[in-house]
C-alpha cells in the first residue's frame, strides 16, 4: 500500500529572514499557520493546504525553517487525507507538494539548494532522513 506521505529537506545560502518572507508569499505553503520563534537558533514552522485533483483530496504541508551556519534549512512534510479505505494511492501528489516548495523557494531567491533530500513514505521512523 501507498504512504500518503512525503518529506524533502533542503539547504539554501540565503538567510533566515529571506527564506521566511519567500515561503510567507507561497499561499499553498502557509495559508493555515505562521509561527516565527524567538530563539537560537531561530526557528519558524508553516503550515499550508493545497486540494489535488488527481488525487481527489487535500495534502497539507508542515514547513520547518531553521536558521543555519551559513545559511537556512528547510524541512517540509507532507500528508494526504483519505475519504475511505480504498483511497490508498495519491498518484504521486504528496511527494510533488514537498518537492515544490524547495523548487519555488529556489526560483525565488533566484539560488538553488546548496543540498535536498527526498523521502517518499514519510514515518516518524524516517525523521533522521530530514538532517543534512
Not at 504512504?3 to 499553498?28: M, Y
Not at 526557528?43 to 531553521?66: C, D, M
Request: aromatic share 12%.
Amino acid at each position: 500500500m501507498a504512504r500518503l506521505r512525503a518529506g524533502a529537506v533542503a539547504r539554501f545560502a540565503a538567510s533566515f529572514d529571506r527564506v521566511v518572507d519567500t515561503i510567507r508569499t507561497i499561499e499553498e505553503y502557509s495559508n493555515i499557520y505562521c509561527k516565527v520563534f524567538d530563539s537560537k537558533p531561530r526557528l519558524a514552522v508553516f503550515v499550508g493546504e493545497k486540494y489535488w485533483f488527481r488525487a481527489g483530496n487535500a495534502a497539507v504541508a508542515t514547513v520547518i525553517v531553521e536558521e543555519a551556519l551559513g545559511g537556512t534549512i528547510v524541512r517540509v512534510v507532507t500528508g494526504g487525507s483519505k475519504q475511505s479505505i480504498f483511497d490508498f494511492i495519491d498518484w504521486g501528489a504528496t511527494k510533488k507538494y514537498a518537492e515544490d516548495l524547495i523548487k519555488k523557494i529556489a526560483s525565488r531567491l533566484d539560488t538553488p539548494p546548496q543540498s535536498t533530500r527526498t523521502v517518499e513514505g514519510m514515518d516518524c521512523y524516517k525523521t533522521g532522513y530530514l538532517d543534512l
